[in-house]
T-cell receptor, first 111, second 113 residues
Framework: KQEVTQIPAALSVPEGENLVLNCSFT??????LQWFRQDPGKGLTSLLL?????REQTSGRLNASLDKSSGRSTLYIAASQPGDSATYLC??????????FGSGTRLSIRP | EAGVAQSPRYKIIEKRQSVAFWCNPI?????LYWYQQILGQGPKLLIQ????????DSQLPKDRFSAERLKGVDSTLKIQPAKLEDSAVYLC???????????FGPGTRLTVL
């Protein structure tokens, strides 16, 4: 059974730092992995989608990588800003367990 | 391009009452998803439609929850009767294809008293 883990559950860093968020999974038979951000009381905003055949995707200051062999994806945020404060969630679409979300990492950027 | 629309945004009901949520996906998106998100957790998939057919409803509590997507566009999720543990945010999402990037609506926050 696919399990998705996001550690740490919460992270606070000063503005301007580069940071990495982690997403681990147990079953490498996935179709894709998607990263989202969720602001308090809001829905999810899609950040990046990585297909199973891809190793990474980039959008602006964000870079997401995928390593199926180690069961890990990372979301790299460069030059963090207070506006980046949100909860970041990863979701897998796998052949066995369909769509599974992690519990998220709550990120706080201190001015 | 209009996003995923959901209504109502908030709903408060007493336990054992019924409630229905509505979702209108992005135009042209064949796949529609309903999720339940309990505070502090990631969303849990309840049901996935491809056009008006069900792809996956393995986590839908079918004794009290039902969903339909007539004509392959709008969708309705119903809870009857509601329990206290149904208090959550109900999120609707859509994607162009089955295995594709998902786009979410703002959600409906349900409180069951």
């Amino acid at each position: 059974k696919q399990e998705v883990t996001q550690i740490p559950a919460a992270l606070s860093v000063p503005e301007g730092e580069n940071l990495v968020l982690n997403c681990s999974f147990t079953d490498s038979a996935i179709y894709n992995l998607q990263w989202f951000r969720q602001d308090p009381g809001k829905g999810l905003t899609s950040l990046l989608l990585i297909q199973s055949s891809q190793r990474e995707q980039t959008s602006g200051r964000l870079n997401a990588s995928l390593d199926k062999s180690s069961g890990r994806s990372t979301l790299y945020i460069a030059a963090s800003q207070p506006g980046d404060s949100a909860t970041y969630l990863c979701a897998l679409y796998s052949s066995a367990s369909k769509i599974i979300f992690g519990s998220g990492t709550r990120l706080s950027i201190r001015p | 391009e209009a996003g995923v629309a959901q209504s109502p945004r908030y709903k408060i009901i007493e336990k054992r009452q019924s409630v229905a949520f509505w979702c209108n996906p992005i135009s042209g998106h064949a796949t529609l998803y309903w999720y339940q998100q309990i505070l502090g957790q990631g969303p849990k998939l309840l049901i996935q439609f491809q056009n008006n057919g069900v792809v996956d409803d393995s986590q839908l509590p079918k004794d009290r929850f039902s969903a339909e997507r007539l004509k392959g566009v709008d969708s309705t999720l119903k809870i009857q009767p509601a329990k206290l543990e149904d208090s959550a945010v109900y999120l609707c999402a859509s994607s162009l294809l089955v295995v594709d990037e998902q786009f979410f609506g703002p959600g409906t926050r349900l409180t069951v008293l």
